[in-house]
């Protein structure tokens, strides 16, 4: 059972390149998220969607877009990088709004913006 | 804006030690609190406690929501070296965000 599957595991880019984080789910989970995490700080939320077809913006989603075209997949896309763009992605899923379930989180992607 | 704030920052204890962990909430539409413990990659679910289940405990681990103050905490009773971690407070709304507090480091020395 694999949960959530992120891809790359590390990724260094020169500014102004372009490039999409993957994030693929095996649970049929409904709701999934891509956060970011800087040094010393907490998860913040950049794009979710509650089902294929519909995202919405967190609270840091310039530079960043989404798109859910299946209920597994859900790829972030960088625009034109940027070195404050440098730090941790995650992907989580879980099962919907409507269930009060924690999130299951991928490994992460570590991402460095030279 | 819905916060989040965890305090402390960081801790440092020996084995043994009990500790406790805070968290406070200003949040539109509050639907759950849950707790994570994060060591070296993702963040793993340790409690989830709502309107309905205000006290949660898994062996050593205790966790207690206060909804009219508006906060949490996170009990570890005779801590272990494999309790270092980052401890990650968040709450969900029925809008359907989470958000995170900034996270505690708990580092328990021998």
């Known amino acids: 059972n694999a949960g959530v599957t992120q891809t790359p595991k590390f990724q260094v880019l020169k500014t102004g390149q372009s490039m999409t984080l993957q994030c693929a789910q095996d649970?049929?989970?409904?709701?999934m998220s891509w956060y970011r995490q800087d040094p010393g700080m907490g998860l913040r939320l950049i794009h979710y969607?509650?089902?294929?077809?519909?995202?919405d913006q967190g609270e840091v989603p310039n530079g960043y877009n989404v798109s859910r075209s299946t209920t597994e997949d859900f790829p972030l896309r960088l625009l034109s990088a940027a070195p404050s763009q440098t730090s941790v992605y995650f992907c989580?899923?879980?099962?919907?709004?409507?269930?009060?379930?924690?999130?299951?989180f991928g490994d992460g992607t570590r991402l460095s913006i030279l | 804006e819905d916060k989040v704030v965890q305090s402390p920052l960081s801790l440092v204890v020996h084995e043994g030690d009990t500790v406790t962990l805070n968290c406070s909430y200003e949040?539109?539409?509050?639907?759950?609190l849950l707790w994570y413990k994060q060591e070296k990659k993702a963040p793993t679910f340790l409690f989830m406690l709502?309107?309905?289940?205000i006290e949660k405990k898994s062996g050593r681990l205790s966790s207690i929501l206060d909804k009219k103050e508006l906060s949490s905490i996170l009990n570890i009773t005779a801590t272990q070296t494999g309790d270092s971690a980052i401890y990650l407070c968040?709450?969900?709304?029925?809008?359907?965000?989470?958000?995170f507090g900034d996270g505690t480091t708990l580092t328990v020395k021998p």
């Open positions: 989580a899923s879980s099962l919907g709004q409507g269930f009060r379930q924690p999130q299951h």
């Open positions: 649970m049929n989970h409904e709701y």
């Open positions: 969607s509650v089902g294929a077809g519909i995202t």
């Open positions: 949040v539109t539409n509050f639907r759950s």
């Open positions: 709502t309107s309905s289940g």
């Open positions: 968040a709450v969900d709304t029925n809008a359907g965000k989470s958000t």
